[in-house]
């Protein structure tokens, strides 16, 4: 089972930038594709970027293309998600999360592994 833990969370001024990290341990990196999936508060879970196992497929949601970038560096079983013109709407808890799959799905729901999240706030 693999076991993700996120950090990088904190709370920054609008405008500003983050970069969360996802370290994964346990089953063979590469053979997942990843994602970072967010909540706000009174709202559903909402995909926000994934990366496919060698990092040459990504997806964004519509709400952070252009300001969000996601990546993943294998050899240190590590994903990253760099923030840029960080907004108060981006305030929510994220989430890494990851799935054996050649594939990369979209949803929260294709998502199988879980990480524990870390909060990001944007003050306006």
């Known amino acids: 089972q693999m076991q993700l833990v996120e950090s990088g969370g904190r709370t920054v001024q609008a405008g500003g930038s983050l970069r969360l990290s996802c370290v994964a341990s346990?089953?063979?990196?590469?053979?997942?594709?990843m994602g970072w999936v967010r909540q706000a508060p009174g709202k559903e879970r909402e995909f926000v970027a994934g990366?496919?196992?060698?990092?040459?497929?990504?997806k964004y949601a519509d709400s952070v293309k252009g300001r969000f970038t996601i990546s993943r560096d294998n050899a240190k079983n590590t994903m990253y998600l760099q923030m840029n013109s960080l907004k108060p709407e981006d305030t929510a808890v994220y989430y890494c999360?990851?799935?054996?799959?050649?594939?990369?799905?979209?949803?929260?729901?294709?998502?199988?592994?879980w990480g524990q999240g870390t909060q990001v706030t944007v003050s306006s």
């Open positions: 999360a990851g799935r054996a799959n050649v594939l990369l799905g979209d949803t929260p729901e294709w998502f199988a592994n």
């Open positions: 346990g089953p063979i990196f590469e053979a997942y594709a």
């Open positions: 990366i496919n196992w060698s990092g040459e497929d990504k």
